[in-house]
Each structure stands twice: as C-alpha cells, then as structure tokens.
C-alpha cells in the first residue's frame, strides 16, 4: 500500500527542457495527463511516461501507484485521466461510473504472467495447478506431501485489495471454476506489497509466494506449473505466455472515461504500438 | 481575551473528538444495520467475498497487546525502579532523556528492524514457522510502549514520600526491601495507571504490526496461536481503506472496526483516569 504510492512526474528531464525554453511550438502550455492504479503495472507506466515525453516534451505524464481499485476509483471521479488495471471493471464499478455520467472504455495494454515462487533451498521444482490450490487452501500443510523436506507450508499472498489477490484466487485457487467457493486458507500472509513478498521469500526456506512475473528477483526459484498432472509442466516466459502453454497469466488494463481525445488518445495509441517495444523489458508480454 | 481564547481553544479540540466519533458513527454504523450481527462477529474475515466476520481481528489485537504489556511491564517497572531508586544522579540525568528518545523512534523505522532482523531471529531461534508473528508484533510494541509505561511508573514512585523510604529503612529493612515492599506498592495505582497507557498505546499502532505480524487473518485460539500470524484491527483498517469502494459494505464495516478501537481505547482510558480520580479522592499519593 504505502509502498506503491510512489509519485514520479516522468518527465523530469524532459521537462526541465521545456522550461528553459528550447520549445519551438512557442505555445508554451503544457499538457498534464495523469495515470494512476495498479502497483503491478506501475513500473511499465512509468517507462512508458519516460519514453513518451522524450518525443512528445510537451506532454507530461504522472504516473501513481496504489492498486486498481484505487486507480478506477480517480478515474471514476474524474481526477485521472488514465486508470490502470491488473484486471476487468467489476460490474459495480462500471455502474457507479455510469452514475457519475462517465462510460469507461477498455484498452488492453500488454500481458502479465503470474510465476509461483519458492526459496531457492527448497528442493520442489514441478507443481499441477491442482497441488497449488490444495497448498493455498490449506489442504497440504507440509512440503513433505509434494516430495520436498519435512518443513511446514508458510503461504504468502499479496493483500486482499490487490488485483493480482483476485486473478490467483479466480484462477488459480478456484481453478476457474465460476461455482466454487474456494478461499485463502486463514493462514495465509497477507503482505502489503511485492518487496514483503520476496523479503520473506528470500529469507525463509518454509514459503511459497506468487508475484506478477515482472516482480520476480533472480534470488527467488520459479516454479515450473502445469495444467493437469500429465504435464507439460512450463516456466512462465514471454514465449510460453504468448503461445498459451503457461497457465497462469492475464491482460493488464488502461480504462479512460469515455473514449479518449486528443493527447491521452495519441499517447494510448503510441502505448499500443511503439509502446510495446518497451513491455519486454520490463518482465511483461508484449501484445501479438 | 487571553483566558477567552485558551477556553475556545480548549472547547474545540473535545468538540473536535466529538466531531471525529460523529463522523465514525455515521460511517460506521450502517455496516450493523446492514451486515447481520453474527456474520460481523463471525470468525472469517475475506472482505472481497463478503465474509466480514471481524472476531479473528478483534482477538488478533487483543493477543498482540496484552503479551506485549507483559512483556512491557515487568521491563517498565524494573527500569523505573532503577532510575528512581539506585541510580546515581548523573546516570539518571543521562537515562531520562534516552527514554524519552526511544518515544521518538518513528514506527517504521522499527517496523523495518522487525522483518529484517527480528522476523529471521525469532524463526530461527524459536523454530516457527515463519518469522512474522504475533510474538514479533508483541515484541516491538513492548518496546513501544516502553517509555510511556517507564516514564509514568518513575513519576509515580517520585510521588512517594520520603518518609516512607525513612521509615522502611529505620525499620531495619535493607534499600531492596523498602523497594519491593513499600514504595512500590505504595506507588501501585500510579503503575496501573502506567499499564493502561502502555496498552492504549498498543493496540492503537498500525505500522510497525502491519509489517511484523504476517496479516493472516486466522481464529488465534489454539495453544500455539502467539508463535503465528496474526491480524490486528489497527493493520486492516490501514492495508484496506485505501482501496475499498467509497460508501461499500466493505467501506462501512472499516468504519465499524474503527468504531471498536476507538471504543477499546476510550475504555482503556477511562480505567486509567479513573485510578487517578480514585486517588485524588483519597488525598493519597498521586
């Protein structure tokens, strides 16, 4: 939470350019766009503010943290100009949107892999999608049950509010099964975020943990997952998300209120096709 | 017009309290109209799927505070003794001020401390499971609260007659006896006193729990509840509020978590102003 609301305005160098007044639009007036939501996608937003305002000076882009909810919240009382996403609107969020007069309107940005992660100490290199719901509802309590050590499961997860919390417990834990109602064991750790995650999972041989792909330090040990116990069991990679084989992975979201104009909607356009080049390498999947 | 304005002055912060708890009463109380009793006193609390059962939190903060007050008081008291009683003046010249320094430390200074030092030194040397727990939680709040209960202790054994310590020690009792056996319990309420403030100290902290205890929000009833995480109430309000949709039955069930805190502390308060009252009603000691 605190952690996430990191303000940058990314146009630092380029704006000091403009100030010292080498624009030769001579205009002058500077256009503001503000991005704010998803801590998941905040690190791709604040490459791609940094990029843009070296072509375009004259636009500066804010980029914010603080996770969905948060981000469509300013986007729905018209505080921002861009909400970001790690996943779709909730029915209610659009209704409330629509209340205040606003229709948003979806853009899908790129694509995010959620890798499982243990302590590298941890002998455990292969599980089913099946074993990682039985982990996370408790059901299997000792590493032991999957052939590891005799060492209790220490589950972590990302908060309750998080994007990422919801995608893992929809499609993971529920195994995208719509009737069940499968939760968290009570047990879990709630981490408020991404650095709690790899602290503890870096220093204690006893957990597991799940993070968006482009969050995963090279001190954490990914696990290889797979659809059912027939295999194949696939790392998550920019191929293996691109071509479907990895089983865990989502689009990530821009959502503007009602269609976008003018320089929000250049800089969308320019996200969705030089923007890409920059997705890469920051851990993400670049769209097809 | 002095006096006038320190009486406005003195007015608006109670009205300003009263403004405050009017403001979590209307936020707050829809969430009991609305949520049925037993769902909000239930044991889950999975507030994205609707379970607001706030009992594991209600308890997790209990737990956290009162271990962390035993570990707190008997530390408090022996320090205050100390600087009281058997130090030197020059080391109590000394000792003062560092005490009220550690009240300075900001929590997540200490927070920080908690998971990157205290977390693996309690996994390792108690063999939890993980190192966040509430156990570690109590730990940094002992420490917390330390200087408050130090400080109010100390004042009330300065508040002891010397004729007291006289008369001990004419009495041929030894410095240790007079200690244990008069001025300190004759200093008790003022260390009451000090207990009440340590533990509303306590359970009002957000940061430093937030980041030692693990948030699990699990029923701690089991024996070995203190060695797991745990879910404080000061932790939730702090990690949800900010994301929940504003006028939610989330967003009102927050407010009636802080309703329950406020409530816990204005009790634990009053236990504490009411010791001082009894005693000035006695023309005691202070």
Known sequence: ?288 | MIEALIRVIGVSSIGLVLLIFAFLLREGVPAFLTTPLRGLFGTRWYPTFGFFGTLPLILGSILVTLTAVAIALPLGVATAVFVREVAPNWAREVLKPMIEVLAGIPSVVLGFFGITILAPLVREGLGTPTGLTAFTGSLLLAYMALPTMISVAEDALDAVPRSYRDAGLAMGATQWQTIWRVVVPAARSGIVTAVMLGIGRAIGETMAVMMVTGNAARMPITLNSLFMPVRTMTATIAAEMGEVAHGSAHYHVLFAVGILLFVFTFLINLAAASTIFQKRRRGGLR
């Open chain 1, 1 to 288: 939470m605190a952690f996430g609301v990191l303000i940058v305005l990314a146009c630092l160098a380029a704006g000091c350019r403009s100030s010292s007044g080498s624009g030769e639009g001579g205009s002058g007036a500077v256009q503001v766009i503000e991005d704010k939501g998803s801590d998941t996608l905040v690190n791709l937003a604040l490459a791609w503010a940094e990029a843009y305002t070296e072509i375009r000076p004259e636009v500066r882009i804010s980029v914010t943290g603080g996770g969905s909810g948060t981000g469509i919240a300013a986007m729905i009382n018209g505080t921002v100009d861009i909400a970001n996403a790690s996943r779709a609107m909730k029915p209610e969020e659009i209704a409330e949107a629509e209340a205040n007069g606003i229709t948003p309107v979806q853009f899908i940005v790129a694509r995010d892999a959620i890798a499982v992660v243990v302590n590298p100490e941890n002998p455990v290199s292969e599980l089913t999608l099946q074993q990682i719901s039985d982990l996370y509802t408790g059901k299997i309590t000792n590493w032991r049950q999957l052939g590891g050590d005799d060492r209790p499961v220490v589950l972590l997860s990302r908060e309750s509010n998080s994007g990422t919390y919801v995608y893992f417990l929809e499609n993971v834990v529920r195994m995208g099964e719509k009737e069940s109602n499968l939760l968290f064991s009570p047990n879990t750790l709630l981490m408020s975020s991404s650095e709690g995650i790899s602290a503890e999972i870096r220093q204690n041989p006893n957990t597991i943990g799940y993070d968006g792909l482009g969050y995963v330090t090279p001190d954490q040990k990914v696990i290889a997952v797979a659809q059912s116990a027939d295999g194949p069991y696939t790392l998550p990679s920019v191929a293996t998300v691109n071509d479907g084989s990895y089983p865990i992975s989502r689009p990530l979201y821009m959502y503007t209120a009602g269609q976008p104009a003018g320089e929000v909607e250049a800089y969308l356009d320019w996200v969705l096709t030089e923007g890409q080049a920059l997705v890469l390498k920051l851990g993400f999947v670049p769209l097809e």
